[in-house]
């Protein structure tokens, strides 16, 4: 079973320490590297997560996607979608247009290699 959103912003705890889930609208059936690779890529695309706090994920987790042989497609699919749901938007407002444009350049090579200083879209 994947989550299909993984990330932090989809958990909550509640007043009784129980652990639940958002955002429920991708869930599907599928291999668990899916949902991995989107906390993966936070730390080795956009360095939004530290490397003790990725390793700390890995331990917990008992595996580093990073290491599995299919990571940089379903990173660069990740990423694409990324780019994708924000160009969405990018007529909305100037700063979502320059990060939009600005994800593309990263996408096609032309603005160095990874980590990225791509923003979190708001």
């Keep these: 079973m994947l989550h299909g959103d993984a990330w932090v912003g989809n958990v909550v705890a509640t007043t009784d320490n129980q652990v639940?889930?958002?955002?429920?609208?991708?869930?599907?059936?599928?291999?668990?590297?899916?949902?991995?690779?989107s906390t993966a890529i936070k730390h080795t695309s956009?360095?939004?997560?530290?490397?003790?706090?990725?390793?700390?994920?890995?331990?917990?987790?008992?595996?580093?996607?990073?290491?599995?042989?299919?990571?940089a497609l379903l990173r660069d699919i990740r990423e694409?979608?990324?780019t994708c749901y924000l160009a969405?938007?990018?007529?909305?407002?100037?700063?979502?247009h320059r990060e939009a444009a600005l994800r593309v350049s990263c996408l096609r090579g032309l603005n160095g290699p990874r980590p990225w200083s791509w923003s979190p879209a708001s």
């Excluded at 889930?21 to 991995?36: T, V």
């Excluded at 490397?51 to 042989?69: L, N, Q, S």
């Design 46 to 71: 956009f360095a939004w997560i530290s490397a003790a706090d990725y390793r700390d994920f890995c331990h917990r987790y008992g595996h580093d996607v990073t290491t599995w042989d299919g990571f």
């Design 20 to 37: 639940v889930l958002l955002d429920l609208e991708r869930a599907s059936i599928g291999p668990p590297e899916w949902d991995l690779v």
């Design 88 to 96: 969405q938007h990018a007529a909305e407002n100037p700063r979502t």
């Design 80 to 82: 694409l979608r990324m």
